[in-house]
T-cell receptor
C-alpha cells in the first residue's frame, strides 16, 4: 500500500502554545486528507476533511479556529492546534487518499500530543 | 448516517484458540468495510477490507472476515491466535459511499493468555 508519514510521532508542549503536526503522502498525490482524534482507550473520531487547495470541512463540534488545517499541496497537510490546553492532549492520526471517492485512504502512524 | 457497533469491549482468549470479533454496521447501501489493528501507542494497520465480490475476505496475519448483508455484519476471525495478536481491533465503514472517510467502531481489546 501507499505510505503516509506523520511528524512528529510525539510532542510535548506548554499550555497556551501552538503545535503543528504534518501529514505527508510519500509516494502518491493525496487529493484528500482526513484528520482523526483518538482519546485514550476510545475510538477514532473524524475531525475534518481537507481537499488540496480548498478550505477544510470540519465535523460537528470541532472548533475550526482551534484546529487549523492547511492542505496547500498534493503531498502535505498540516494540523495546527492553537493555544493548546491539557484537554487537547490526545492521539492525532491522519489519512490520505488519491483521486476518486472509491479510493481507500492510508493512515499515518499518529502523533501523540501532550499539553502540560 | 452510517454507524458501526463492536459489541465486545474486551475479549480474552488462550493462545492457539480460535477468535471471532464481532462487527455490525448500519448503512443503506453496499458498504466499504475495514478491519484495522492498533498496538499500544501505534497507528493503524489494515488487516483486510471488503469492497465487493467474494464475501469471505482474506487478510494479513492469518485473519479473515465474512460480509453478511442479511445480518449487517462483518465479523473478523482467526483460527489460531498468537500472543502477538494482543492489540486493539477496530471495524470501520466507509461513509456515504466512499472508501476513505471512515466511521469507526469503539474497538475491541484482545488479550491473549499463554
Amino acid at each position: 500500500g501507499a505510505v503516509v508519514s506523520q511528524h512528529p510521532s510525539w510532542v510535548i508542549c506548554k499550555s497556551g502554545t501552538s503545535v503543528k503536526i504534518e501529514c505527508r503522502s510519500l509516494d502518491f498525490q493525496a487529493t484528500t486528507m482526513f484528520w482523526y482524534r483518538q482519546f485514550p482507550k476510545q475510538s477514532l473520531m473524524l475531525m475534518a476533511t481537507s481537499n488540496e487547495g480548498s478550505k477544510a470541512t470540519y465535523e460537528q463540534g470541532v472548533e475550526k479556529d482551534k484546529f487549523l488545517i492547511n492542505h496547500a499541496s498534493l503531498t502535505l497537510s498540516t494540523l495546527t492546534v492553537t493555544s493548546a490546553h491539557p484537554e487537547d492532549s490526545s492521539f492525532y492520526i491522519c489519512s490520505a487518499r488519491g483521486q476518486g471517492p472509491h479510493t481507500e485512504a492510508f493512515f499515518g502512524q499518529g502523533t501523540r500530543l501532550t499539553v502540560v | 448516517a452510517q454507524s458501526v457497533t463492536q459489541p465486545d469491549i474486551h475479549i480474552t482468549v488462550s493462545e492457539g484458540a480460535s477468535l471471532e470479533l464481532r462487527c455490525n454496521y448500519s448503512y443503506g447501501a453496499t458498504p466499504y468495510l475495514f478491519w484495522y489493528v492498533q498496538s499500544p501507542g501505534q497507528g493503524l494497520q489494515l488487516l483486510l477490507k471488503y469492497f465487493s465480490g467474494d464475501t469471505l475476505v482474506q487478510g494479513i496475519k492469518g485473519f479473515e472476515a465474512e460480509f453478511k448483508r442479511s445480518q449487517s455484519s462483518f465479523n473478523l476471525r482467526k483460527p489460531s491466535v498468537h500472543w502477538s495478536d494482543a492489540a486493539e481491533y477496530f471495524c470501520a465503514v466507509g461513509a456515504a459511499g466512499t472508501a476513505s472517510k471512515l466511521t469507526f467502531g469503539t474497538g475491541t481489546r484482545l488479550q491473549v493468555t499463554l
